[in-house]
């Protein structure tokens, strides 16, 4: 503190903290976290590793459900499909295109013809398409047989697969190029093509030559034969998805003599592998569970060595707590380390599978391999010595902090909250009040000093603040005084004065042109002296919560980590927990005036068209009103339906807190005699092109579907957003 202000100070003296603050990870609710984190961990392993086993269960019956085809040598031809059982593999599309199958095939753009048993495309174009009019096997084999003829820049002749809408596709095709010939793999995303380097290889396809292109696709792999040979083993970056298949030529023409598509179907090596490959994973996942059981196990005993030593100390029992608690934790390291072991052995059998004589990567693969298991069985070796030591020593919860202080925050905190200097009471009690009542008994709300403006009501401000003070410093007890309170229950109205033992129950609550204006409004127009409740509208976080709270869908859920604000529309969480910053907000929250780090004291209300277009096109308000709408038309003492005027008095009373008037209770009938008919004849209206996206769809009841609607534009109304 400056010495100029020769203000009198406490004395500075250290403070002991309490266990909370210099050891948060101690406290007991964090505690209860740890253990029941640790035990969710356990129950996860066990489950996946049932999943683990089931997979393995259902990989061997698949193995043990194959027949072979027999080859001349008696013995398993691995390289080759499975069958269907029944010795032939039944396939999806098999056509030889000497007529237009047209269950089968649609042209979707170029000059195509069935003509001489082929199918041609006879003028050259970009990318001339002719698909499936049904989805083909995810996996699936496909034998093409074309020839590519002259004329044409490029000569592209190709298939596409997992093809949706033109839009998205994989590819496979031959370019006689303008030199250099290939075959490629391409796939199209949003109707752009994407051609990786590693999907093309150099190949060598002639025009007027016959071709034969064969296609193997499962899962992401892709492998692709030209005349026999293997010319491409290709990885699929892009996820795959159903879809149909397709023939196409771009810049280019030909002539397509047969295809042939037949689900694809491991091998016997295939299914033998998988067998293996999930035994390997079910392993994992059996230890994993014994990893998972050892750190709760761990995590409950260093918790309870932490609080005998902490908590309840002095305590006799603190040393065999220790030592059980670093038992516990050198257990739980040698379950890791033998889970890690047992993972490095398992890729040093992939390694050594998968090597190869004349393959100097491969043989460095299963050297760094070993490598790695070797440093694995090291470390199992290390845990398990280190199990058979006795000592006290373990990790702690979590960090430590210094368990005492200087004392100058504290002495600092009680120099501002000291009666000697009300100010910060003040400042508080003018917050709430403008919070309440719209406006703050000192206007200048970020300026108590000379150059701010002086307060409306001192001597209240001094009254509030004292009872502040007096009260602990209870912020409910401050709320409390100023909502029971005559000036904070006053009517908005403008038409009549609130008398002492008036019936505020009689009191309209927006104004009408019918009653006389009261004489207040002509003494204080201003509204200085609190004679009337003044109209504002709602904040940005009321009005998006408000929404959410008219058919009880609010989460009122305390705490909890911070939102995104993309989510707002679907997660019904108070607006306070969204994140909210310059760069980063919900759109109700930023066209509503919510808050600002360069408005801390005092927002900024705006009046713009994009807030009433906020709450017409939310798909909250479009949710909202369709459930209010219902649970308005349900009787709650009779079985009989609810009238169109009973619906509209409920309607304004649960949206707007107010009866219709008269001209609004004969609008809103005349909307819903004019809507219904209208909704019961949905062809003849116009759509719009686009709709929200909401969780509850319109009501296919045109009279209950005009209810909706009305309570829609209730929701827009101005006095839905006016606190009065």
Request: hydrophobic share 40%; aromatic share 6%.
């Given at each position: ?171 496979v095709y031959t370019a006689l190029g303008t030199g250099n010939s290939t075959v490629q793999a391409f796939h199209r995303i949003n109707g752009s093509e994407v051609y990786p380097g590693a999907g093309i290889v150099p190949a060598k396809v ?12 499962r899962g992401q792999e892709l492998k692709i034969w030209l005349n026999g040979e293997l010319k491409l083993t290709y990885t699929m970056p892009t996820p795959r998805h159903p879809g149909r298949f397709a023939l196409w030529c771009h810049a ?365 096109n939310s798909p909250v308000a479009l949710t909202q009103s369709r459930l209010i709408a219902r649970r308005l038309s349900q009787s709650e003492t009779s079985s009989a339906p609810v009238s169109d005027d009973d619906f509209i008095h409920a ?74």
């Amino acid at each position: 503190m400056p010495s100029v202000l020769n203000l009198p100070l406490p004395a500075i003296e250290p403070i002991t903290l309490p266990l909370e603050a210099f050891y948060p990870d101690l406290r007991a609710k964090r505690r209860q976290e740890l253990i029941d984190t640790a035990k969710a961990a356990v129950v996860q392993t066990e489950a996946d590793a049932a999943k683990k086993q089931a997979a393995v269960d259902t990989a061997k019956k698949k193995l043990a459900s194959a027949v072979p085809r027999p080859s001349g040598s008696g013995q398993d031809d691995a390289s080759e499909p499975l069958s269907n059982g029944r010795g032939t593999a039944v396939p999806f599309l098999d056509d030889n295109f000497a007529t237009h199958n047209k269950e089968l095939w649609k042209v979707l753009s170029g000059d195509w013809a069935f003509e001489d048993k082929k199918l041609k495309l006879k003028t050259p174009g970009h990318f001339a398409t002719i698909a499936t009019l049904t989805n083909h096997p995810l996996d699936f084999k496909a034998t093409l047989k074309y020839r590519t003829l002259e004329g044409g820049a490029i000569g592209s002749v190709g298939l596409f697969f997992d093809m949706v809408e033109l839009k998205d596709a994989q590819a496979v095709y031959t370019a006689l190029g303008t030199g250099n010939s290939t075959v490629q793999a391409f796939h199209r995303i949003n109707g752009s093509e994407v051609y990786p380097g590693a999907g093309i290889v150099p190949a060598k396809v002639k025009a007027n030559e016959d071709t034969t292109l064969e296609v193997i696709a499962r899962g992401q792999e892709l492998k692709i034969w030209l005349n026999g040979e293997l010319k491409l083993t290709y990885t699929m970056p892009t996820p795959r998805h159903p879809g149909r298949f397709a023939l196409w030529c771009h810049a280019g023409v030909a002539e397509f003599h047969s295809l042939k598509i037949t689900p694809s179907e491991p091998s016997i090596d295939e299914l033998r592998l998988a067998v293996r490959a999930a035994e390997s994973e079910a392993a994992l996942a059996v230890k994993s569970i014994d990893v998972a059981r050892a750190e709760a196990a761990a995590i409950e005993a260093r918790i309870a060595a932490e609080v005998a030593k902490y908590v309840a100390r002095p305590s006799s029992a603190e040393g065999g707590q220790s030592t059980a608690a670093s038992h516990a934790e050198r257990t739980a390291t040698l379950a890791k380390a033998e889970l890690e072991s047992l993972r490095a052995e398992q890729q040093l059998d992939i390694a050594k599978a998968a090597t190869k004589p004349d393959d100097a990567k491969s043989q460095e693969a299963v050297k760094a391999s070993e490598a790695k298991a070797t440093a694995a069985r090291a470390a199992v070796d290390a845990a398990k010595v280190n199990t058979t030591k006795e000592d006290a020593n373990y990790t702690p919860l979590g960090p430590t902090y210094p368990a005492t202080s200087t004392g100058r925050r504290l002495v600092l905190a009680r120099w501002l909250t000291s009666k000697d200097n009300p100010l910060t009471a003040r400042v508080a009690v003018n917050h709430i009040w403008k919070r309440h009542f719209g406006t703050a008994l000192v206007p200048s709300v970020a300026n108590f000093g000379l150059n701010g403006k002086p307060p409306t009501h001192p001597a209240l401000l001094d009254w509030l603040a004292v009872e502040f003070m007096e009260s602990g410093w209870s912020l409910k007890h401050l709320h409390r005084l100023m909502v029971t309170s005559a000036a904070y229950r006053r009517a908005s109205s403008e038409v009549r004065e609130m008398g002492s033992g008036e019936d505020r129950a009689n009191l309209p609550l927006s104004p009408s042109p019918s009653l006389p204006r009261s004489n207040n409004q002509r003494i204080d127009p201003e509204n200085k002296s609190y004679w009337r409740a003044n109209i504002r509208r709602m904040e940005a976080e009321v009005v998006r919560d408000t929404l959410w709270s008219l058919t009880n869908g609010l989460d009122r859920t305390f705490s909890g980590p911070e939102l995104e604000p993309a989510a707002a529309d679907t997660t019904p969480r108070r607006s306070l927990y969204f994140r909210h910053t310059p760069d980063d907000q919900a759109t109700m929250l930023e066209l509503f005036d919510g808050p600002s780090a360069a408005e801390c004291f005092e927002r900024t209300d705006s009046i713009m068209p994009q807030q009433a277009l906020s709450l017409a096109n939310s798909p909250v308000a479009l949710t909202q009103s369709r459930l209010i709408a219902r649970r308005l038309s349900q009787s709650e003492t009779s079985s009989a339906p609810v009238s169109d005027d009973d619906f509209i008095h409920a309607a304004f009373e649960a949206l707007l807190v107010r009866t219709p008037h008269a001209d609004e209770l004969a609008s809103s009938g005349i909307f819903l005699q004019r809507q219904a008919p209208l909704l019961a004849e949905p062809n003849k209206l116009t759509r719009t092109p686009t709709g929200l996206a909401t969780s509850i769809p319109p009501s296919t009841d045109p009279r209950l579907r005009a209810r909706e609607n009305l309570v829609h534009v209730l929701l827009n109304h101005q006095d839905f957003v006016t606190i009065r």
